[in-house]
């Protein structure tokens, strides 16, 4: 090994030491530190140099790692440390060109060789140390998703939560040990799962079966308005799908939604992708306790959500890509977002009443940009026959700063 990289990240399985290279094996005999979680530690039995057990946080290890810079390191990890591992977080400490990682086969490349499944079919989520309802999202028909467990409990609750959502004719495997002298490997329907006694480090494979009354998120922006929690401050379908498209959501970038009524606007940006991040901004104490419970329903419990009044509870948020203005508009709201906004930033806001199109009606002439009316109507009995009922039309305003 190079002086220069004196940080060995070295992957290691449920196969423990034996299976290391010798060069893996060579770098922790030599390694003046070792660090690793307890299961880690004890695969690789007494070694000459000061071991390190993971602390909580992880982030707290590192200072004493960083303060190893020049004496051999070695830090241990599950399959491959930069996929859901502790590598992230060490090349954020430790440059690139000081560290030599030896990566071990990772959870998802080991269930989907065991299941003979290509992984590039398959949507692959981490549970651990992240929220579980991330995962509702990813439950589209006839998807295989391969899962990092966040314990033992994981897999009953994910078998209860398909049953939830009328999937429970999917089967879930559950595969523990992997790799090593006690591996297993047991399946069943979510219907019917009732294992027991399932190791904490487990990972979970699922072939998603969706019955015919199954709650699916839709790829496209416009869910259906009851599965909102709301009191009727919410953007409707028809006009939330237009919002959305207009919105242009891309990925990694961060919205603001101010006067979030039920979080529908929010909530629909971060399901566009991951990596999507959003802010809630609503006044109505019992309106963000409604958003947080809609984000966690709908699959985005990451959501920030701040209660309070624009623009005074705009102050100090991270910055915004874009931002929406839905919730009643005011000519100082519509001048501190725009402030707000990066050059090259997106705004998009709506309007009702004839008094809020009017404030749009002058940014539009202030600032540029696009409007555009929004009519929509639905077919409604009148009778024995139907007829369309417009709804009140929303004008939208579009612009993008220079």
Request: proline share 6%.
């Amino acid at each position: 090994m190079s002086a220069a990289r004196w940080l060995s990240l070295i992957g290691i399985g449920e196969d423990g030491v034996d299976a290391l290279s010798p060069a893996a094996r060579t770098l922790i005999a030599n390694a003046s530190l070792i660090v690793g979680g307890a299961r880690h530690l004890a695969l690789i039995g007494p070694q000459k140099g000061e071991t390190l057990r993971w602390p909580s946080p992880l982030s707290a290890a590192m200072e004493t790692i960083v303060a190893h810079r020049g004496a051999p390191t070695a830090i241990l990890a599950s399959g491959d440390p930069f996929f859901f591992g502790v590598g992230d977080m060490i090349a954020r400490n430790v440059a690139a060109e000081e560290i030599l990682c030896l990566p071990a086969p990772s959870a998802f490349a080991l269930a989907a060789a065991r299941l003979c499944w290509s992984q590039q079919d398959c949507a692959l989520l981490s549970l651990h140390g992240r929220a579980f309802e991330r995962v509702t999202p990813h439950l589209q028909p006839s998807r295989k998703l391969l899962i990092l467990s966040w314990d033992e409990t994981t897999p009953a609750r994910l078998a209860a939560h398909l049953m939830t959502l009328g999937m429970g004719e999917s089967r879930i495997h559950v595969l523990e040990h992997m790799g090593g002298a006690k591996e297993r490997i047991r399946s069943a329907p979510a219907q019917d799962f009732s294992f027991r006694d399932i190791a904490p480090l487990n990972t979970i494979a699922v072939e998603v079966v969706a019955g015919p009354n199954a709650r699916i998120l839709p790829l496209t922006p416009g869910l259906p308005d009851d599965w909102f929690e709301h009191d009727g401050q919410i953007t409707k379908r028809d006009i939330r799908a237009v919002t959305l498209a207009a919105l242009a959501p891309r990925r990694g970038e961060c919205l603001w939604d101010i006067g979030a009524g039920s979080g529908s606007i929010a909530i629909e940006w971060m399901l566009a992708d991951p990596a999507n991040r959003a802010i809630a901004i609503e006044r109505n104490a019992t309106r963000a306790a409604r958003i947080a419970r809609n984000a966690v329903s709908l699959g985005v419990p990451d959501l920030a959500i701040v209660e309070g009044a624009a623009p005074g509870a705009l102050a100090g948020l991270a910055t915004p890509d874009v931002v929406f203005i839905g919730g009643g508009g005011e000519a100082k709201i519509i001048e501190a977002a725009w402030n707000a906004l990066p050059m090259r930033g997106r705004i998009v806001a709506n309007a009702v009443t004839i008094e809020t199109q009017a404030l749009l009606i002058d940014a539009f002439g202030r600032m540029g940009g696009e409007l555009v009316s929004i009519a929509i109507s639905k077919a409604r009995p009148i009778g024995s026959y139907h007829a369309l009922e417009p709804a009140l039309p929303a004008l939208q305003w579009r612009a993008v700063k220079a």
